[in-house]
Nanobody, 124 residues
Framework: QVQLVESGGGLVQAGGSLRLSCAAS????????MGWFRQAPGKEREFVAA????????YCADSVKGRFTISRDNAKTTLYLQMNSLKPEDTAVYYC?????????????????WGQGTQVTVSS
């Protein structure tokens, strides 16, 4: 069982930065592949970024590549998403997710555990 709690969302102007954190409970965090997803009003949940168990492999959606960076600290059982050069279209609720499986990383159905989400709003 893994419990996830996101933090770090807020209101920021276009071009600004935010860093999201996802604190995980339990000692099995290092056994989980992790991902960030987002959902804007009226839209489906979409993949943002993912990272392998050891952190050696990362994946980003084309829409955020070069602007967002995913990382993890297994000792602190925390996942991060550094978001730079934010755009109004990045506005959404951001969720972190975990899976013990071997996912393709981009399919939200492959993740078992989800946080409650944190709102990110980017003003123009």
């Amino acid at each position: 069982q893994v419990q996830l709690v996101e933090s770090g969302g807020g209101l920021v102007q276009a071009g600004g930065s935010l860093r999201l954190s996802c604190a995980a409970s339990g000692r099995t965090f290092s056994n989980c592949a992790m991902g960030w997803f987002r959902q804007a009003p009226g839209k489906e949940r979409e993949f943002v970024a993912a990272i392998s168990r050891g952190g050696g492999s990362t994946y980003c959606a084309d829409s955020v590549k070069g602007r967002f960076t995913i990382s993890r600290d297994n000792a602190k059982t925390t996942l991060y998403l550094q978001m730079n050069s934010l755009k109004p279209e990045d506005t959404a609720v951001y969720y972190c997710a975990a899976t013990y499986g071997r996912p393709s990383y981009i399919d939200p159905n492959e993740y078992t555990y989800w946080g409650q989400g944190t709102q990110v709003t980017v003003s123009s």
